[in-house]
Each structure stands twice: as C-alpha cells, then as structure tokens.
C-alpha cells in the first residue's frame, strides 16, 4: 500500500456551497497542476512553505466571514451601526473611527496586496522552477484580475451607500459582499490545491 500523500491534507477543500447567483469564470475550465514526482520525500521545513500559503488564506477566510457576517447583519436590519462598530473593534482589522465602508475597504487593500504579492513574485518564480505548472499560473493571475473587478464593485456599491443612504444601497453592498465570498473562497481552494505540492518542492522565491 503506497503511503500517504503528505500534502494532501494542506488545501482547503471548496465546499462548491455559493451565495450569489451570479458566476464571473468557469471553474470547469480551470487547468491543474501536472502531479509532483511519486513517492516523493518531504522534510517539515518543505511541508511548512504550503503550510504558510494555506495560514496566509485562512486569514483572510477569517477576516471575510467577519466581513459577511457584520453585513449580513446590517442588511437584515438585524444590527444596529452601534452595535456593528463595537463588534468590529474586536476584529484585527480594527478601525480608530469605524464605518462600514471604511472596514470592507481595508479589507479589499489586505486581498489587493496578497494578490499582488503573488502576481511581482511566488508566481512568477514558481513558473520558472516547474515549466509544467504555466496554465495554473496563467489561470491564478487572470482570477486575481477577476477579483479585483469585483472588489471595485464592492467599493462602488459602499461609496453609492453612503452618498444615498437607505435600504436599497445597503442590500447592494450585501449583493456584491456575496459575490465576493463565492469568488474569494473557490479561488483561495484552488490555488492551495495546485500550488502546495511546487511550493514544498521550490519555495516562495
């Protein structure tokens, strides 16, 4: 009997669970990632490189949660502004003087800059250290130019909130906010599932 991947347990499974209706790509036409050399050792510190990829994730899973749950609240009426700013002063992402919008934007700086993070750097050198492993990236940088469409539309939807308040506005952040999640969370799985494997073999850079 072979003996078990290692890196099998490291990505986060995609439940394929979504909230909004709307799709943005297909995820059926994503490429994968040409299996990594059979029965293959690896030493913790190899193992720790997904790892950390993986914790990198979670984070921002955490922080988007936060996020979906505090507007949720909001859009059902549900939580008062009152008692969303409280709630959110325990978050680590903390604001000195808290709004909602000012909170989803942060949040939509933290997701930027992890993407870019790996646009300038992990992807480009994983795609030079296994040549087999183009497509994925190829298909990884056109999701994050995805993603980044969808955070203008979140931050379109707050600054159109705050300039008419009301229940109409807060419901569309709460549309695009659903959006986000579903892209966000089948993103975030897919490249853990593709990338552990090279970056115990190769490293971030």
Do not use: K
Not at 161 to 177: D, F, R, S, W, Y
Request: net charge negative.
């Amino acid at each position: 009997m072979p003996a078990p991947d290692p890196l099998a347990s490291l990505p986060t499974p995609d439940d394929g669970a979504r909230r909004s209706r709307e799709r943005v790509w297909d995820e059926s036409t994503r490429p994968t990632a040409p299996p990594g050399p059979a029965d293959r050792p690896y030493a913790a510190h190899e193992l720790a490189q997904g790892r950390h990829l993986v914790d990198v994730h979670d984070h921002l899973r955490g922080e988007l949660a936060q996020l979906h749950e505090v507007v949720g609240q909001v859009v059902a009426g549900t939580v008062g502004v009152g008692e969303a700013r409280s709630h959110l002063a325990r978050t680590t992402l903390r604001q000195n003087t808290w709004t909602l919008g000012a909170y989803c934007q942060t949040y939509c700086r933290v997701v930027t800059a992890h993407h870019t993070l790996e646009d300038v750097s992990m992807l480009p050198h994983l795609r030079a250290a296994e040549p087999g492993l183009g497509p994925v990236v190829d298909r990884l940088e056109a999701e994050h130019l995805v993603i980044a469409e969808v955070l203008e539309r979140v931050d379109r939807a707050l600054v159109a909130a705050v300039a008419e308040p009301g229940p109409e506005g807060v419901a569309a952040v709460g549309l695009a906010v659903d959006l986000l999640s579903d892209v966000l969370l089948s993103h975030l799985s897919y490249e853990e599932h593709q990338l552990v494997g090279p970056l115990a073999r190769a490293g971030f850079s």
